[in-house]
Nanobody, 117 residues
Framework: QVQLVESGGGLVQSGGSLRLSCAAS????????MGWYRQAPGKLRELVAR????????NYADFVKGRFTISRDNAKNTVNLQMDSLKIEDTAVYYC??????????WGQGTQVTVSS
């Protein structure tokens, strides 16, 4: 069982920044990829960014490229999402995701990000 605890959400004005963190209850060396997804009201959950914990390879959704940066800290078993130049349309609940080498998938409880005009 892996627990993922997100933090760092909140309310920010358009153009501002927020940093989300996801702490895993196990060593992330046991985890293949970790990522951030988001879900806005009435919409499907969508991938924002993900990273491989071993080599740190990243990929991003087109709508966040150049604005968001995902990183990992293997020593702290955390994955972070730095969000800059936030837009109103970035408003959503953001979920941390972990895919283990065993194939198991885990989700965090979600953290609300609200961008105001």
């Amino acid at each position: 069982q892996v627990q993922l605890v997100e933090s760092g959400g909140g309310l920010v004005q358009s153009g501002g920044s927020l940093r989300l963190s996801c702490a895993a209850s196990v060593s992330i060396s046991r985890i293949n990829t970790m990522g951030w997804y988001r879900q806005a009201p009435g919409k499907l959950r969508e991938l924002v960014a993900r990273i491989t914990t071993s080599l740190g390879r990243t990929n991003y959704a087109d709508f966040v490229k150049g604005r968001f940066t995902i990183s990992r800290d293997n020593a702290k078993n955390t994955v972070n999402l730095q969000m800059d130049s936030l837009k109103i349309e970035d408003t959503a609940v953001y979920y941390c995701n972990a895919n283990l080498y065993t194939g198991q998938v885990y989700w965090g409880q979600g953290t609300q990000v609200t961008v105001s005009s």
